[in-house]
């Protein structure tokens, strides 16, 4: 990691990570939790067990609706505290949404781990992203920007980046994708939108027990899916996407 400007004006200096040292600090983060082995898909109750470890209080039912629509996760984060964190009910609660909680709840982790030390070293200029009324030291995370945030909302980038490696652990990832490949004689990138990357991302998502848009956005990141087909002998080398914000 190191240090660059903070375009947006929230901090004088924010931390920039390549996206294998994220993959490498999550699955490190991973194993010391689960004493080496990490089982997949990893269980929606110890995901919970790890956030609580590095939280002041955790809340997987909140009332979110203060913030106004969409919003499904938020941080605060206190000086010489842990963070709180708090999820939406409705997340928690729906059988049929067990996915997109487990999706805010890491990317929430990722805030907490990779973004609390700021709130006390980094004194905050002005907050860009913060909508009125809510606290500077507030992160609100909305549904649109939980797994594929655009890039100059960085710390939101960083969290949806953190999440997916959490959740789809790379060594893992590479696993399933190289066993996919394999069996269907695939020597490069796949096209997106084609056969193959509809049954490559219905496989990610039934391993891991995450959305396909999570799915989706983790190959794309891995170099696995590209919109256009190219040169396919760029497989081997291309295990991570572009440099994480």
């Avoid at 590479?174 to 096209?191: E, H, Q």
Wanted: aromatic fraction near 10%; charged fraction near 25%; include cysteine.
């Amino acid at each position: 990691m190191r240090y660059i400007r903070d375009t947006t004006g929230r901090f004088l200096m924010r931390p920039h990570y390549d996206p294998a040292e994220l993959d490498r600090e999550c699955e490190a983060i991973l194993s010391k939790f689960f004493g080496g082995r990490v089982p997949i898909p990893i269980e929606t109750d110890d995901l919970t067990r790890l956030i609580e470890r590095h939280t002041s209080d955790f809340d997987p039912g909140a009332d979110l609706s203060c913030y106004g629509r969409d919003v499904e996760g938020v941080t605060e984060f206190k000086p010489g505290q842990k963070p709180r964190v708090r999820i939406a009910a409705a997340l928690a609660d729906g059988a049929d949404r067990q996915n997109r909680y487990r999706t805010t709840l890491t990317h929430e982790y990722g805030h907490v781990r990779f973004h609390g030390f700021l709130f006390e070293i980094e004194p905050q200029v002005t907050d860009l992203f913060t909508p009125k009324g809510v606290g500077a030291r507030e992160q609100v995370c909305k549904r649109n920007g939980i797994i594929n945030a655009p890039e100059y909302d960085w710390m939101e980038w960083q969290a949806g980046y953190v999440c997916g490696s959490l959740v789809m652990p790379v060594t893992h990832l590479r696993r399933v994708v190289s066993g996919y490949l394999r069996v269907n004689g695939i020597f490069g990138p796949v096209t997106m939108g084609s056969a193959h990357a509809a049954a490559l991302i219905e496989k990610v998502r039934q391993e891991f027990q995450v959305s396909a848009d999570a799915a989706r956005v983790r190959l794309s990141q891995q170099s696995y899916l590209h919109a256009r087909d190219r040169d396919r002998s760029r497989l081997a080398r291309a295990y991570y996407g572009p440099s994480v914000p």
